[in-house]
Each structure stands twice: as C-alpha cells, then as structure tokens.
C-alpha cells in the first residue's frame, strides 16, 4: 500500500522521467541538449551578444557558456568574432544553419512548463513554487545552484563538479 511519501517519490520521479524523455527525444530530432538549445535561444534573440550576456540570460555560469559556444562553434551553428573597436569583446551571432536547427528543434519541456505556469492563477503559480522549493529543501538541494533549464545532463555534470570541489 503507497503511503503519501510514496506518492510524492512518483510524483517525482515522473518529473524526472519527463525531463529525461524531452531530452532525449531533443538529443534525437536535433541532435541539441537542452541547454544548447536554449543558448541558441538568447543568442536568436539578441541577434548579436556577448557570451557574458548570454551566461546571464540562461543563469549559467561563464565557462559553461563557453563550453556551450565551443560546441556550437564546432557544429556551424554560431560564429564568434572579435568586436573591431574593442579587441577584448567576443560577439556571438546566429549562422544561417544555427537558426535552421532553431526551427526544426521541438518544443522545450520548460517552453510548455511556462505556457501552462503562466496560464494559473496568481496564488496557484505562488503554491507551486512554494511546493517545490520545500520538496528541495527535503532533499537537501536548496543550495544547488541550478538554471531554469530543464537538463539532467548538466545538473548531473553540476554535481560531478561539486563532488570533485569537495573531494580535492
């Protein structure tokens, strides 16, 4: 017989499995993880930026965002170029091909997450978010530094890191 822990561990678990599943299914149709995806994003957004501007938006920290780039650098999908006034700013800009991938990815897990958040009521949006700041508080995961991007390999990654950190 479940008890309520029980059904609260399924809960969570289901989440898991969504974001393991839109993953994958984005790795599959894109050959993108989420996280370049929504790098691809900020950069089609802003037509022209700064890794720095980018690292912000997404609320990754600047080597991971470097990382990101270099990956997408290495696929065709965005061009760095060194501003002509001041040689110390990088400029990041969509290729042609970047924004092709934009179009053929398939909505993000976070994309449908906030059409439906923003879609509740005030109080309903207030309750989730207090839910599930407690749930990461019983998990001890309060303190984890974490981006709104719903991608179990960069958390995964994320904890790796802070396990070495620790470690050495």
Do not use: C, H, N, Y
Not at 39 to 65: K, N
Not at 108 to 113: A, S, V
Not at 121 to 133: P, T
């Amino acid at each position: 017989m479940f008890d309520r822990s029980d059904t609260a561990l399924v809960a969570l678990r289901r989440i898991l499995r969504a974001t393991e599943l839109s993953s994958r299914t984005l790795a599959r149709q894109s050959g993108l993880t989420t996280s370049q995806l929504i790098v691809l994003q900020i950069i089609a957004r802003s037509g022209r930026t700064t890794p720095g501007a980018v690292a912000q938006a997404a609320r990754l920290s600047q080597a991971t965002i470097t990382a990101l780039v270099d990956r997408l650098e290495g696929r065709g999908l965005v061009t760095r170029r060194r501003d002509t006034e001041d040689r110390r700013r990088i400029w990041v800009e969509m290729t042609d091909q970047g924004s092709a991938a934009l179009v053929e990815a398939p909505d993000t897990l976070q994309d449908r997450f906030r059409t439906r958040f923003d879609q509740l009521e005030d109080w309903e949006q207030a309750f989730v978010i207090a839910a599930l700041e407690r749930v990461a508080s019983l998990l001890d995961a309060a303190g984890i530094d974490a981006s709104p991007v719903l991608d179990l390999g960069a958390i995964d990654r994320q904890l790796q890191e802070q396990k070495r950190s620790s470690d050495a």
